[in-house]
């Protein structure tokens, strides 16, 4: 069964904190990997998909196919990142299978 | 930057009635999706569409439910007989390569 599990619901830390939001996976096959993030009372935004191996707004997730792990990492914390975090799978079909979230909360 | 629009934001209708939840893609998307969110739950997947003809779908989206393309441009989510349970925030995406999807901002439907 295609399944990705965010253990923590929320994650709070002070500015200029490193973080380290966790995504774990199954799934029997090569997944396509993504984070979403949907800030107050805005749209679920595409942050960065495992595939194109880039960084954005200074955050970088790498695939661990060993731990079956994408954990999205941030040297320091902004203000601004504080929002709602979504990891989603995609296997071989179209949909998105996505976890139940993670809310980051930066306090200056 | 175009941006997938979704209307109405906020619809509430009674238990039995029939719903029609409206998308406007960007217009080169090729994939078009519905996912739902239960209040204090997961995105979940309904239906994806390609071709004009639906893709794939999931358990949720059962008879009661239905998509349609019929102009070229909006995409409707439809549900004939609503229930309680039908409650959610409804989120329509599309994109241009498969499982590419960006978001709509959702239309948060209310059953009473």
């Known amino acids: 069964a295609q399944r990705v599990t965010q253990p923590e619901k929320l994650l709070s830390v002070f500015k200029g904190a490193p973080v380290e939001l966790k995504c774990n996976y199954s799934y029997s096959g090569s997944p396509e990997l993504f984070w979403y993030v949907q800030y107050s009372r805005q749209r679920l935004q595409l942050l960065l998909r495992?595939?194109s191996r880039e960084s954005i707004k200074g955050f970088t997730a790498d695939l661990n196919k060993g731990e079956t792990s994408f954990h999205l990492k941030k040297p320091f914390a902004q203000e601004e990142d504080s929002a709602m975090y979504y990891c989603?799978?995609?296997?071989?079909?179209?949909?998105?299978?996505f976890g139940t979230g993670t809310r980051l909360q930066v306090f200056p | 930057e175009p941006e997938v629009t979704q209307t109405p934001s906020h619809q509430v209708t009674q238990m039995g009635q029939e719903v029609i939840l409206r998308c406007v893609p960007i217009s080169n998307h090729l994939y078009f999706y519905w996912y739902r969110q239960i209040l204090g739950q997961k995105v979940e997947f309904l239906v994806s569409f390609y071709n004009n003809e639906i893709s794939e779908k999931s358990e949720i989206f059962d008879d009661q439910f239905s998509v349609e393309r019929p102009d070229g441009s909006n995409f409707t989510l439809k549900i004939r007989s609503t229930k309680l349970e039908d409650s959610a925030m409804y989120f329509c995406?599309?994109?241009?390569?498969?499982?590419?999807?960006?978001f709509g901002q959702g239309t948060r439907l209310t059953v009473v």
């Open positions: 495992h595939i």
């Open positions: 995406a599309g994109g241009v390569m498969r499982t590419e999807a960006f």
């Open positions: 989603a799978l995609a296997g071989n079909t179209d949909k998105l299978i």
